[in-house]
């Protein structure tokens, strides 16, 4: 029968929207067709539903928009002999609002190590795709099309296999096409049939968009037949979307910039808000600061505090549809005097750890750091904005939305335009400085030059001449110093080794020049204490205290075999520390996972 159908496909599809076969599964996704938590297919099977959806007109339908919540399964088992074998055409009217790299429109499929098969109709952060196993191939297809889509816009995506060739077609046009998979598509013994999402036995990541309509046929249409489909709706495909992201947090509210009299508050929404800032002495936070600007961004500043005092905070957006998302209350603290005892945390290269990296904060919070420092590489894939999303904001939430953090760019950053989106730190933002209490810390982003005549040291040069503190700390990514097996030569394979970043090393002139203290880098994923060095050697006092701590996450890496004289102590392994100052006595400690102190360090400035 099957077989038969696609012999009259191929011969008269030319009308296929004028005079369409009948589908073998039709959904039309429309509010009225939801009944008792399924929508009820047109042909096929129900899909279960349990979260509201919500609607939108597309060409004057009412459409169901997916906010990224849940796949919709079919609510009875579909078996493998009831989806077309010999041949498939799928076509859908979709948007996608959130570009995810393993998305799904509809499929019946495993992906699962050596078993692959079944298909999906698909997209990933740039591209529609179809991934198809037959039995002529072991392995599934995964067909990406050419075309990059953009969010909020709708699209028709369709796939055909014939038996012999898998097409993959956007906007009624052919966008990619294989000859990988041959005969009947090979489908998995259990699977379940599922629309927005991509879901099989072990995976299952829903889709955020809007489904118009989806159809599924066993049998093979042609390139007229897609194109005609395509024209009867392709007025839709104008229309602008209201995306269909559910209004949540990208990053919740984080602390940044303290002041003895002022504070940093951002945080960042799914969509555009406006809303409330609100403030207190009391967890009432009874005083409010309006954020008129309809942004998803939100930088505010509360004003007029009193130096080391503890204050509440909490924050309400508003959509542009009325919904309102609120925090609960959380805390603050303004900084001290110039002569107060300080603590600080440092936790760097969290990059692509999350569980680590909250570890980690988790811990450090603990210990009521005053504020925290990240020297770099908060996230695998800065470009990647899920890194920040689902990496680094949820992991380090414990911690920053209480104490204010105090980055700089790592290389793995990319200088991705995320991190000036999110952070907001004094122009230009790569580079600042700031005080806390008796220490004065300048903060430089290594990726960009650091020797001498560049824009970075002739600012240092500047502030530090003129820095009046009694602490003065640097913090960037690449480590002056370091002892690392393969980052500055490979010292399991020769023994060349520039023990260090050269571009740093360069400014480091500046640190002996005026009186650098200590300095904080990342970018190695291990832990390092230097003796104390002076001019490229190591002193018994007068020098500079070097550490690397980039054990906040990243994959962990070793030292070379041979002990440069700079070193003090190395270890590898995940780790976070703290610094605490009280006027000339200077405290260090690091902590390894299992918040188990490894390493510490004291001196008062006499020693010094
Ligand atoms: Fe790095």
Redesign the pocket.
């Known amino acids: 029968m099957k077989r038969l159908c696609f012999i009259y496909l191929t011969s008269v599809l030319t009308a296929w929207a004028h005079n369409a076969p009948s589908p073998l599964m039709h959904w039309d996704c429309q509010k009225k067709f939801l009944k008792d938590g399924e929508l009820v297919a047109q042909k096929g099977f129900n899909l279960k539903i349990n979260s509201p959806l919500p609607e939108q007109k597309v060409a004057g339908i009412p459409s169901l928009g997916n906010p990224g919540k849940e796949a919709w399964i079919a609510s009875q088992k579909v078996s493998k002999l009831q989806m077309p074998e010999l041949a498939l055409t799928v076509s859908s009217w979709i948007s996608v609002d959130k570009a995810i790299p393993t998305g799904g429109i509809v499929g019946y499929f495993q992906d699962n190590g050596n078993s692959e098969s079944g298909w999906v109709l698909g997209y990933d952060k740039e591209h529609f795709s179809i991934g198809l196993a037959s039995a002529g191939n072991q392995r599934m297809t995964y067909l990406q099309g050419k075309t990059k889509y953009q969010t909020g816009k709708l699209y028709h995506v369709a796939a055909t296999y014939d038996g012999s060739e898998l097409r993959l077609y956007v906007n009624g046009k052919l966008d990619a096409s294989s000859k990988d998979q041959t005969g009947a598509i090979r489908y998995p013994d259990q699977a379940r049939l599922a629309l927005a999402g991509y879901v099989d036995s072990n995976e299952n990541f829903p889709h955020t968009g809007t489904i118009r309509e989806v159809y599924i046929y066993d049998l093979c249409a042609t390139d007229e037949g897609i194109a005609h489909e395509f024209d009867h709706g392709k007025s839709m495909t104008k229309e602008s979307l209201k995306p269909t992201l559910a209004f949540e947090h990208e990053a919740p509210p984080f602390l940044q910039m303290a002041t003895q009299n002022s504070i940093g508050v951002n945080w960042a929404t799914t969509l555009p808000s406006t809303g409330t800032l609100f403030w207190g002495e009391t967890a009432e936070c009874k005083n409010t600061i309006p954020v008129t600007e309809l942004d998803k961004f939100h930088h505010m500043t509360i004003t007029g505090l009193q130096p080391d005092t503890q204050y509440f905070y909490r924050t309400e957006s508003i959509s542009q549809s009325g919904n309102v998302l609120k925090t609960n209350v959380s805390t603050f603290e303004t900084a001290p005097e110039a002569d107060s005892p300080i603590a600080f945390a440092i936790i760097s ?1 969290t ?1 692509g750890n999350p569980k680590v990296a909250h570890k980690m904060a988790t811990y450090a919070w603990a210990q009521r750091p005053d504020f925290l420092v990240i020297p ?2 908060l996230t695998s894939t800065g470009t990647d904005h899920t890194h920040w999303t689902e990496h680094f904001f949820p992991s380090m939430d414990v911690l920053i939305k209480r104490v204010p953090m105090y980055p700089v760019l ?3 950053e990319r200088n991705a335009h995320w991190y000036y989106d999110y952070m907001n730190l004094p122009d230009p933002e790569y580079y600042y400085t700031f005080h806390y209490g008796p220490a004065q810390f300048f903060m430089i982003d290594s990726n960009k030059k650091c020797t001498p005549g560049s824009e970075q040291y002739e600012w240092l040069e500047k502030e530090l001449k003129k820095s009046q503190a009694k602490w003065k700390m640097i913090v960037h ?2 480590p002056v110093y370091s002892s690392d097996a393969n980052d500055y030569g490979d010292l399991w394979k020769t023994n060349k080794s520039s023990r260090g970043d050269m571009n740093v090393r360069a400014m480091s002139k500046l640190y002996d020049q005026y009186g650098v203290d200590v300095v904080f880098n ?2 190695i994923h291990s832990y390092e204490r230097t003796w104390q060095v002076k001019e490229g050697k190591v002193v018994q006092r007068g020098g500079i205290q070097y550490f690397v701590t ?1 054990g906040g996450g ?1 994959p962990l890496e070793e030292a070379g075999p041979s002990r440069p004289k700079f070193q003090n102590t190395v270890k590898k392994g995940h780790h976070y520390a703290m610094v605490r100052i009280n006027g000339d006595v200077f405290e260090f400690q690091a902590y390894d996972e299992q918040g188990k102190l490894f390493d510490s360090l004291r001196y008062t400035r006499q020693q010094k």
């Open positions: 290269d990059q770099g590489d790592g290389n793995h990514h690449h990342g970018h980039g990243g």
